[in-house]
């Protein structure tokens, strides 16, 4: 039994042949129609061919219909079954429903009515095949295995991430600007029980704080200025999921009081309400401040801070992790490479030994920016050393003449020389050469950089590719 690619297949189970001959001259012209007499022909060819609807008889010669139907949703439980019956009987049609049927029509048939009852199966089916592409999907971005690292720091990260998933405790995410603080967040929530409701996510930092209270808890109409109709807070929509707030330390001591009354009652007042809003949310927070000096300072409040810090997650830094850097960069360049449509094989062992090397102020975000954007302008197989950005450049030759005086190889006064050269040519690369622009740059005259390039020796043959 061999299915078509453009028509979706129906399989007829009844054991009249003119009732068959029916259904197929009804239904050949939209679908693929096979045909099937008793129950051995049915599992005969479910074997070569599962079709994507079976219209199923209730009376069948050689087993009863409901049976049938038991037999088949054992062995594929999603399988789309209408039953067919010669009398409507309430008895039947609930019984046929409890084993899985989806609907059932009666004889003689009601051609529009079965049109309309098979299009609605399909179209059932396929939003729920498409709800598990985009769970799918969810787990792909969202899971551990989206969270690259293999440094002991990290694998210990995982370890408290999955046990505190299925947890109701609440979360501090701590570390440093771009280390994945969201993305952790996301993680536990994710591969928590609220994992079918709402994630909600806010930058504290980014609301003003006239606007952060309304934001976080809704508010009534006409509860301020504009306020024309109701809004919904974050709390509300996040009912039952989880609520990520990121830079929890940039918030008033007013508004973290009012955190603390959610965390201790489960409940909250809209700004201008009276009426007493309860929600189940689970709170998952972050910063890139250290809580405990704001503390000290009085700009944190201490209650607050032991109940948002029942399960801290500190996050280091790409600096303190480098032997995660390899697998990173491996990571993204597969990721934006798929995206760009670009037939990238890697990065050069230079380029590689250059990224080791230097700092990551911005930590993985930084690193992430910088494979797209190289990625994105490239045409090379692999991304090479005079495509990554200056400062990265710049750090490594600094360190090696650093090193190079400290173990007495070069001068200090030669390494002073070495150095200097370096940051004229670098003006002198994103100029492109044009002297005047250089000079702008490095925030001299053109007449003491033309003096600098003689003292120096920089002449015509220094000129290489300037970067892009």
Known sequence: ????????????????????????????????????????????????????????????????????????????????????????????????????????????????????????????????????????????????????????????????????????????????????????????????????HPFVTINCAAIPETLIESELFGHEKGAFTNAIEKKLGRFEVAHQGTLFLDEIGELSLMTQAKILRFLEEKEFNRVGGSKTIKVDVRLITATNKDLSQLIKKGQFREDLYYRINVVPIILPPLRERREDIPLLVNHFTKKFSEENQKKLKGVSKEALELMMSYEWPGNVRELENLIERVIALTNNEYIEPDELPLPIINQSKTNGLRESVLSGQISFSKAEEEFEKEIILDALRRANFIQSHAAEILGISRRILKYKMDKLGIEQQDRIKPYS
């Open 1 to 196: 039994m061999v299915g078509s690619d453009s028509l979706k297949s129906i399989l007829v189970v009844d054991d009249e042949a003119g009732a068959r001959e029916s259904l197929k001259m009804i239904l050949k012209g939209e679908y693929q129609v096979f045909l099937a007499k008793n129950a051995e022909e049915v599992f005969r060819q479910i074997d070569s061919h599962i079709p994507d609807v079976i219209l199923l008889d209730i009376i069948l010669p050689d087993m009863d219909g409901l049976k049938v139907l038991e037999r088949l949703k054992q062995t594929l439980p999603d399988q789309i079954v209408i039953m067919i019956t010669a009398t409507k009987t309430v008895k039947t049609a609930v019984e046929a429903m409890k084993l899985g049927a989806y609907d059932y029509v009666t004889k003689p048939f009601d051609v529009d009515e079965l049109r309309l009852i098979i299009n609605r199966a399909l179209s059932t089916r396929a939003l729920k095949e498409e709800n598990q592409r985009l769970w799918m999907e969810v787990d792909r971005s969202f899971g551990f295995d989206n969270i690259v690292g293999k440094s002991k720091g990290m694998k210990d990260i995982f370890i408290v991430v999955k046990r505190v998933a299925d947890t109701r405790a609440t979360v501090l995410i701590m570390g440093e600007s771009g280390t994945g603080k969201e993305l952790i967040s996301r993680a536990i929530h994710y591969h928590s029980p609220r994992k079918n």
